[in-house]
């Protein structure tokens, strides 16, 4: 019975596939399915080049959140510090979920990372290359993160075991920092990319010509133009266990960022998330990072109708979780 259940256990990683990126330059917006045991081979392969570097790592960052809050943006700045890598869409948390030990996952960061860095940082048509950033340099390597935010919430609703398989050992330390943006705009850009429309249409037409663009596809109803139902529910789902990741997290192990914050004063907020992760600051790094930040946070809300219903659902969850009060009445 024992060989029999060994047997399968193996024959089920076999056949495990994990879904990254795939990085294609300034056309990188697409995800493949690979197989896990391939996954595997690159973490070790990597990890004999790579294994001095990684061996004094002190963090592992996770991103919590809602899609569409900026995470690329947050995951790039943090990349560029020359003391951190943090993997765009690795999904970390997934592979904890399929057994993947610890070590392999932050070679994989720090492989896949670099593959980043070597298309442009580029993604669903915007670079999130920090000018002089140090993006292939580490000294020394003290922070590893990925940048899979929702998903990250996602995998902890599918088995809130993992929050303890991930804390099982104390080093290194294991931190989050949740990216927040007022919902009424999470939930309408989440309505408005529901489907491959959206991203097709933004990285197709040039930028003076979008709205017309998107006004004709929204009147065909190839995109959205009313907040959808589906995905307020959807985002009060990752309310839900973002609030449990919160409650069995230590407060000094949890960073909540606010895209309004950031592009208010990017300086301050990224000095900010330095301190959280016991990063040195240096300002010309910081004046760096600040220059991808725009400065005028895009209100994607007006661009769909909100039945007065739907409003008042989004901001009933504003007055329920205590991380979306900022945002109350707003």
């Given at each position: 019975?024992k060989?029999?259940?060994?047997?399968?256990?193996?024959?089920?990683?076999?056949?495990?596939?994990?879904?990254?990126?795939?990085?294609?330059g300034?056309?990188?917006?697409?995800?493949?399915?690979?197989?896990?045991?391939?996954?595997?081979?690159?973490?070790?392969?990597?990890?004999?080049?790579?294994?001095?570097?990684?061996?004094?790592?002190?963090?592992?960052?996770?991103?919590?959140?809602?899609?569409?809050?900026?995470?690329?943006?947050?995951?790039?700045i943090?990349?560029?510090?020359?003391?951190?890598?943090v993997?765009?869409?690795?999904?970390?948390?997934?592979?904890?979920?399929?057994?993947?030990?610890?070590?392999?996952?932050?070679?994989?960061?720090?492989?896949?990372?670099?593959?980043?860095?070597?298309?442009?940082?580029?993604?669903?048509?915007?670079?999130?290359?920090?000018?002089?950033?140090?993006?292939?340099?580490?000294?020394?390597?003290?922070?590893?993160?990925?940048?899979?935010?929702?998903q990250?919430?996602?995998?902890?609703?599918?088995?809130?075991?993992?929050?303890?398989?991930?804390?099982?050992?104390?080093?290194?330390?294991k931190?989050?920092?949740?990216?927040?943006?007022?919902?009424?705009?999470?939930?309408?850009t989440?309505?408005?990319?529901?489907?491959?429309?959206?991203?097709?249409?933004?990285?197709?037409?040039?930028?003076?010509?979008?709205?017309?663009?998107?006004r004709?596809?929204?009147?065909?109803?190839?995109?959205?133009?009313?907040?959808?139902?589906?995905?307020?529910?959807?985002?009060?789902?990752?309310?839900?266990?973002?609030?449990?990741?919160?409650?069995?997290?230590?407060?000094?192990?949890?960073?909540?960022?606010?895209?309004?914050?950031?592009?208010?004063?990017?300086?301050?907020?990224?000095?900010?998330?330095?301190?959280?992760?016991?990063?040195?600051?240096?300002?010309?790094?910081?004046?760096?990072?600040?220059?991808?930040?725009?400065?005028?946070?895009?209100?994607?809300?007006?661009?769909?109708?909100?039945?007065?219903?739907?409003?008042?659902?989004?901001?009933?969850?504003?007055?329920?979780?205590?991380?979306?009060?900022?945002?109350?009445?707003?």
């Open positions: 019975m060989a029999k259940t060994i047997y399968h256990g193996l024959r089920r990683r076999a056949q495990a596939t994990h879904t990254v990126p795939r990085f294609e300034r056309e990188s917006r697409h995800h493949e399915s690979v197989p896990l045991w391939r996954l595997l081979a690159e973490a070790s392969a990597h990890a004999l080049k790579a294994r001095r570097r990684l061996t004094d790592v002190e963090t592992f960052v996770q991103f919590a959140g809602f899609p569409r809050s900026g995470h690329s943006l947050i995951g790039s943090l990349d560029a510090h020359p003391q951190a890598r993997s765009h869409e690795l999904d970390a948390m997934g592979l904890l979920l399929q057994g993947v030990p610890l070590a392999a996952i932050f070679s994989l960061i720090d492989r896949r990372a670099l593959e980043f860095t070597r298309h442009g940082r580029c993604w669903n048509g915007f670079s999130y290359l920090v000018p002089g950033g140090a993006h292939t340099r580490v000294d020394p390597l003290r922070v590893l993160g990925d940048k899979k935010g929702d990250a919430v996602r995998r902890v609703a599918q088995d809130p075991g993992l929050l303890e398989r991930l804390n099982r050992r104390p080093r290194p330390a931190k989050w920092i949740l990216v927040l943006r007022n919902p009424f705009d999470n939930i309408a989440m309505s408005l990319r529901k489907g491959r429309a959206y991203d097709e249409l933004r990285t197709s037409v040039a930028a003076e010509d979008f709205d017309a663009a998107l004709a596809y929204q009147a065909d109803g190839r995109i959205a133009d009313v907040a959808l139902d589906s995905q307020i529910e959807d985002y009060a789902a990752l309310c839900r266990t973002v609030a449990d990741i919160k409650h069995r997290t230590a407060p000094a192990h949890w960073f909540e960022l606010s895209h309004e914050a950031l592009t208010a004063d990017p300086e301050a907020t990224i000095r900010s998330m330095l301190a959280f992760l016991d990063l040195p600051v240096d300002e010309a790094y910081v004046r760096a990072c600040s220059g991808l930040v725009q400065r005028t946070p895009n209100r994607s809300r007006d661009r769909l109708d909100w039945p007065q219903d739907r409003q008042a659902r989004v901001a009933a969850l504003t007055r329920e979780f205590s991380f979306l009060n900022r945002y109350d009445e707003t």
